[in-house]
């Protein structure tokens, strides 16, 4: 079979076992896996191309049992804006995605305690204003003028067996921020609004940029205490449990769950 019929050939998926169409495959390691397959993957896996058929089927394995987690998924607060952090806080839990329909996304869901970091980075770019002069030629303002460009990305680090991170921009669209002189003042353009700085300019006070930061802050903020107390807690409960006695029965006692006297449920404190 020549180049060309080997292009055209039709392909199987390794895992369901249908026909792959024409533009359809994803080359596994050592088979093939058709759209919907691929599709059913986790947003956040980006090393199917190495993966084997064997390490793609445990995946979908992990993705389907994650379904059932979702379904149980009570959110107790919501973090971001298009992409959102979604914590359920009663379960030590948390998942990011940007969809409304959680059911059909089937977002994964990481416990607090597998979070491992979080950092969050803005990324600036700057472009000079160029102005037309008499000849119809660009040419610098004096002073310069420039539009400051801000990208903001929240870096989610966890253990899971397939993923190491989760990396998603805050901003839906880049923050804009321009620069222009007016007299000794210096004014920060942001559509119809208008900031002055008086001779100082900082393109980091303006207001899309410390939402964002802000926003940022808040999301690091949440996950790395929410870890913490996770991790407190699972060292408490593996810590030895040490008799007392009970001031109200006189017992010798292991404090339950609750830190209440085994015997008479009285509540023993801390």
């Known amino acids: 079979m020549g180049l060309f019929g080997k292009l055209f050939d039709k392909k199987e998926c390794s895992i369901c076992g249908g026909e792959i169409g024409l533009l359809g495959n994803r080359k596994l390691?050592?088979?093939?896996?058709?759209?919907?397959?691929a599709g059913k993957l986790s947003p956040?896996?980006?090393?199917?191309?190495?993966?084997?058929?064997?390490?793609?089927?445990?995946?979908?394995e992990y993705r389907e049992a994650n379904r059932e987690k979702v379904a149980s998924f009570a959110i107790t607060r919501t973090l971001g804006e298009d992409t959102k952090v979604l914590l359920d806080?009663?379960?030590?839990?948390?998942?990011?995605?940007?969809?409304?329909?959680?059911?059909?996304?089937?977002?994964?869901?990481?416990?607090?305690?597998?979070?491992t970091g979080c950092v969050l980075d803005i990324e600036e770019d700057r472009v000079e204003l160029m102005?037309?002069?008499?000849?119809?030629?660009?040419?610098?303002?004096?002073?310069?003028?420039?539009?400051y460009e801000y990208d903001f990305y929240v870096t989610?680090?966890?253990?899971?067996?397939?993923?190491?991170?989760?990396?998603?921009?805050?901003?839906?669209?880049?923050?804009?921020?321009?620069?222009?002189?007016?007299?000794?003042?210096?004014?920060?353009?942001?559509g119809s609004a208008a900031l002055n700085f008086g001779d100082k300019f900082d393109p980091k006070q303006s207001v899309e940029y410390c939402q964002y930061k802000e926003m940022g802050e808040e999301i690091k903020a949440a996950l790395m205490q929410a870890r913490q107390q996770a991790r407190e807690e699972k060292v408490a409960a593996e810590a030895p449990k040490v008799a007392v006695m009970c001031p109200f029965c006189g017992a010798q006692t292991i404090?339950?769950?609750?830190?209440?006297?085994?015997?008479?449920?009285?509540?023993?404190g801390k």
Request: glycine share 6%.
């Open 29 to 37: 390691e050592d088979g093939n896996l058709c759209k919907t397959c």
């Open 44 to 60: 956040w896996f980006d090393d199917r191309r190495h993966s084997t058929v064997e390490q793609i089927a445990a995946q979908l």
């Open 89 to 115: 806080e009663d379960a030590g839990q948390f998942m990011v995605t940007s969809s409304s329909r959680l059911a059909e996304a089937n977002p994964d869901v990481i416990a607090f305690s597998d979070v």
């Open 131 to 147: 102005r037309e002069n008499a000849d119809g030629e660009e040419v610098s303002y004096n002073p310069p003028r420039y539009v």
């Open 156 to 190: 989610i680090y966890v253990r899971n067996p397939y993923f190491d991170d989760i990396r998603f921009r805050l901003n839906s669209s880049t923050v804009s921020v321009e620069e222009r002189k007016a007299g000794n003042a210096t004014t920060i353009r942001l």
């Open 255 to 268: 404090p339950d769950a609750k830190g209440c006297c085994e015997y008479c449920g009285g509540a023993l």
